[in-house]
């Protein structure tokens, strides 16, 4: 039985002398789920009272975390 974990991959970036990042990307994304179960949901309930709050936080995971997280680890 075979084991498969996904991986995301971003290349042509000047953060090392490969030009490629795995660890980065892979650590952020699964950062980004984590932080999408949690806020969506909770988002979606504030938008139907604070349209624009629920945006922003709906928002959050892509707009902050995942950049964060990626930006953080150089391979």
């Known amino acids: 039985m075979a084991v498969y974990i996904p991986y995301c991959m971003e290349c042509g970036n000047d953060d090392n002398p490969c030009?490629?990042?795995?660890?980065?990307?892979?650590?952020?994304?699964?950062?980004?789920c984590i932080a999408a179960?949690?806020?969506w949901p909770v988002g979606a309930i504030i938008w139907c009272f604070k349209k624009s709050k629920g945006t922003s936080i709906m928002g959050h995971p892509a707009m902050v975390?995942?950049?964060t997280?990626?930006?953080?680890?150089?391979c």
Request: glycine letters at 4%; aromatic letters at 12%.
């Open 19 to 32: 030009r490629c990042k795995v660890i980065g990307p892979s650590v952020a994304f699964a950062c980004f």
């Open 37 to 39: 179960a949690i806020e």
């Open 65 to 67: 975390v995942y950049p």
């Open 69 to 74: 997280v990626k930006d953080l680890i150089p």
